[in-house]
């Protein structure tokens, strides 16, 4: 079955500590996203890339770095400058030059701090 | 930008219909998303709004007026199961082809026996 696949679904980070949340989808998407979701807000955007080799940052990139390598594949990085990590992370991917192109999402991963 | 207006919070009772409005403040419009989001979970695209008017499929209907910059979702029937958070997300102009979107904060709908 198609679909974005998003682990680990819950990932604890200490002080100081870069952490990696993996994306991939086979849905042979172009355009993949990471949203940050905290309690009671909307999707904030953090990056976006549109194809391999090529991303562009959103609203709240400071503190995070993605790769994209392949298509299939989209993975973000927390690195230790980002002072407040604590959210629920996700992933999303879309395919371009539709009508709607509405996005699909991954189950997402729940980051702590230790 | 954009400004995505949505209520915090609202509850209905089993088998009632209860409507969910958003109002958004932009400098163009490309288009309306409404998605469905249970706690933990992945959001999962309900609707699509480009032109006025309502558009029904099932339970849920979906209604856009762009010259009062207002939408609301329209959930019949109400069940258990529909107890969740409701996102409202514009599609941004700005970004070209790359067609972002902006999301409101969510409606956290609760429905009750």
């Known amino acids: 079955d198609g679909g974005i696949t998003q682990s680990p679904k819950y990932l604890f980070r200490k002080e100081g500590q870069n952490v990696t949340l993996s994306c991939e989808q086979n849905?042979?998407?172009?355009?993949m996203y990471w949203y940050r979701q905290d309690p009671g807000q909307g999707l904030r955007l953090i990056y976006y890339s549109q194809i391999v080799n090529d991303f562009q940052k959103g609203d709240i990139a400071e503190g995070y770095s993605v790769s994209r390598e392949k298509k299939e594949s989209f993975p973000l990085t927390v690195t230790s400058a980002q002072k407040n990590p604590t959210a629920f992370y996700l992933c999303?991917?879309?395919?371009?030059?539709?009508?709607?192109?509405?996005?699909?999402f991954g189950s997402g991963t729940q980051l702590s701090v230790l | 930008g954009q400004n995505i207006d949505q209520p915090t919070e609202m509850t209905a009772t089993e088998g009632a219909i209860v409507q969910i409005n958003c109002t958004y403040q932009?400098?163009?419009?490309?288009?309306l998303f409404w998605y469905q989001q249970h706690a933990g979970e992945a959001p999962t695209f309900l609707s699509y709004n480009v032109l006025d008017g309502l558009e029904e499929k099932g339970r849920f209907s979906s209604f856009l007026s762009r010259s009062k910059g207002y939408s609301y979702l329209l959930l019949k029937e109400l069940q258990m199961k529909d107890s969740a958070s409701y996102l409202c997300?514009?599609?941004?102009?700005?970004?070209?082809?790359?067609?972002?979107?902006?999301f409101g904060s969510g409606t956290q709908l609760t429905v009750l026996p």
């Open positions: 932009t400098s163009g419009f490309n288009g």
């Open positions: 997300a514009v599609r941004d102009p700005r970004s070209g082809s790359a067609r972002q979107l902006t």
């Open positions: 849905l042979n998407h172009d355009a």
């Open positions: 999303a991917s879309r395919m371009t030059g539709t009508t709607n192109e509405k996005l699909f």
